[in-house]
Nanobody, 129 residues
Framework: QLQLVESGGGLVQPGGSLRLSCAAS????????IGWFRQAPGKEREGVSC????????NYADSVKGRFTVSRDHAKATVYLQMNSLKPEDTAIYYCAAAVQPMCVPGPQGLNYGGMDYWGKGTLVTVSS
């Protein structure tokens, strides 16, 4: 069974940091382009960041630019989302998704690509004092 698994979510105080991980079961992530998405209660899902299969192209939503960093480790076949200076408005379920199509292009279209092939079940990030 092909699936993605996110980990690393939790409760953190404002200004704190978390690192989310995204790994695959049943296939390797190394050949896929990866997107990170989040959905806050009562809101639509939004694209947060993405990274190309080779790691050379990345993109970030304006709301997280300068605070979040996406990276990938091909040896571990894992993609990470380092989140620093977290704010209460970052509270959401975070999902990673994989695409065969090279979707990580500049601008909003790269963050909200509608043709992701695989999705994880998400990990909850709560930013609260």
């Amino acid at each position: 069974q092909l699936q993605l698994v996110e980990s690393g979510g939790g409760l953190v105080q404002p200004g704190g940091s978390l690192r989310l991980s995204c790994a695959a079961s049943g296939f390797t992530l190394n050949y896929y382009h990866i997107g990170w998405f989040r959905q806050a209660p009562g809101k639509e899902r939004e694209g947060v960041s993405c990274i190309s299969s080779g790691g050379g192209s990345t993109n970030y939503a304006d709301s997280v630019k300068g605070r979040f960093t996406v990276s990938r480790d091909h040896a571990k076949a894992t993609v990470y989302l380092q989140m620093n200076s977290l704010k209460p408005e970052d509270t959401a379920i975070y999902y990673c998704a994989a695409a065969v199509q090279p979707m990580c292009v500049p601008g909003p279209q790269g963050l909200n690509y509608g043709g992701m092939d695989y999705w994880g079940k998400g990990t909850l990030v709560t930013v609260s004092s």
